[in-house]
């Protein structure tokens, strides 16, 4: 199977930036967008621990490879191996699958992109002509949909 090594994930700060999430503020806990719902300024993430926590739709974690199986819908061994956090031994991995958004949180990503996707419909529907952003946010809102039905198909 294997080891998962605890002392070589990498600094939290540095982890998360490499994910491309600016952490704002001071102290332990900085502010940065929360991915698994597209909010701006809702999640808070501990700098130390690297444990994250998103104010809106409740996604959280207790470390960075909590963050990693969330995000990228990996199970335990897999995050661990990208986190170069995982040392084999030879026998073979039971692969888990990753547990899915909550429910609570997966309503409201649904509810939430549901509703910018009908907006963007009735402008549409008025002659109102989308802007580039306004396109790629659509896309990024048909994505989020897809992923959570795919989560709970």
């Known amino acids: 199977m294997g080891e998962f090594i605890r002392d070589q994930l990498p600094d939290p700060a540095t982890y998360y930036s490499d994910q491309g999430l600016a952490l704002q503020g001071v102290g332990k806990w900085r502010t940065t967008e929360c991915r698994f719902h597209g909010g701006s300024d809702s999640m808070r993430v501990h700098i130390q621990t690297g444990g994250f926590v998103c104010m809106n739709c409740n996604a959280k974690g207790g470390d960075i490879l909590s963050y990693q199986r969330a995000a990228h819908g990996q199970d335990f061994v897999t995050a661990a191996k990208a986190l170069n ?17 909550p429910a609570t949180a997966a309503i409201q990503v649904l509810a939430f992109e549901s509703t910018l ?6 402008n549409i529907a008025n002659g109102v002509v989308l802007t580039e952003i306004d396109r790629a ?3 990024v809102a048909a994505r989020r949909i897809n992923h959570v039905a795919e989560i709970f198909a």
């Open 137 to 139: 946010r659509l896309l």
């Open 85 to 101: 956090a995982f040392r084999e031994d030879g026998r073979p991995v039971k692969v888990q699958r990753p547990k899915p958004l």
């Open 117 to 122: 996707a009908a907006i963007a419909a009735g």
